[in-house]
């Protein structure tokens, strides 16, 4: 029998399926923000101000409690998905609390399986959620596909490092993955994956470069002319 190779991170990965990724975030939507939530604050508001620069619409995938939402600026459209209506929930009270008007709707639905017809947004963006999801290279292409040629692509994330301290630790937690809700072992590559996602930008960001924030440009569509090849 032949053995396929396989990444490190789907090696060790305990598989989340859908219903342990609700599980672990209806435990986290209470204490989320003064937890992660803050620890990932830096990342979370450096993409925003990138994505103020632009305009048109945009959809922020796995939104969480919705913490990035006031930091949008008003010229902007926001829709927001999530998987975990616990965290869903807090974002709703968040738009409320804070009054906020351009929301243009929060929905549950699943990132790999995004329900907008293709080229819907200007940018589309993932923070701290390809690394949750079961399939992160059906995602990235559920990302590209919405986004519009030309459109950005923006992911905030943790990527694991093969050595070192970091990495060890990142090895052991592994199968503890189901019970934090994301796998610390998880190679960048798992993202570039795309032919029609241009990595155009890179950079590791506060605290201590452990996060990572990369922006694509979704290329135009190779239209094939019947008569090119001859
Ligand atoms: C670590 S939280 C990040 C939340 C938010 N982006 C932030 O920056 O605070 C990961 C979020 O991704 C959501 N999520 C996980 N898998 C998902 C999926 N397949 N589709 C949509 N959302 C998902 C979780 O419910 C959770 O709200």
Not at 42 to 52: T, W
Not at 125 to 130: L, N, P
Request: hydrophobic share 40%; aromatic share 8%; charged share 25%.
């Amino acid at each position: 029998m032949v053995r396929r190779p396989q990444s490190q991170s789907a090696a060790l990965a305990h598989q989340m399926d859908h219903d342990d990724v609700r599980d672990a975030y209806r435990r986290w939507a209470p204490v989320y923000d003064f937890t992660f939530g803050k620890v990932s604050t830096a990342g979370r508001r450096h993409a925003v101000e990138l994505i103020n620069s632009s305009n048109g619409k945009v959809l922020e995938v796995g939104v969480g409690t919705g913490l990035s939402l006031p930091e949008y600026k008003s010229h902007l459209e926001i829709t927001g998905i999530d998987l975990a209506p616990e965290m869903l929930q807090k974002a709703h009270e968040r738009i409320r609390s804070e009054r906020l008007t351009n929301i243009a709707g929060l929905h549950e639905m699943d990132a790999g399986d995004l329900q907008f017809p293709d080229a819907s947004f200007d940018t589309v963006v993932a923070m701290y959620v390809i690394t949750v999801v079961p399939e992160p290279e059906k995602v990235m292409r559920e990302l590209a596909r919405v986004c519009k040629p030309g459109g950005q692509v923006m992911l905030v994330n943790h990527f694991s490092q093969e050595e070192g301290v970091r990495g060890w630790v990142e090895r052991k937690m592994a199968p503890f993955a189901d019970l934090v809700g994301w796998h610390s072992v998880f190679e960048m590559s798992r993202v570039m994956g795309c032919d029609n996602l241009k990595l155009v930008e890179r950079k590791s960001l506060r605290p201590w470069g452990i996060f990572t924030m990369m922006r694509f440009r979704k290329q135009a569509d190779v239209v094939h002319h019947p008569l090119a090849a001859e």
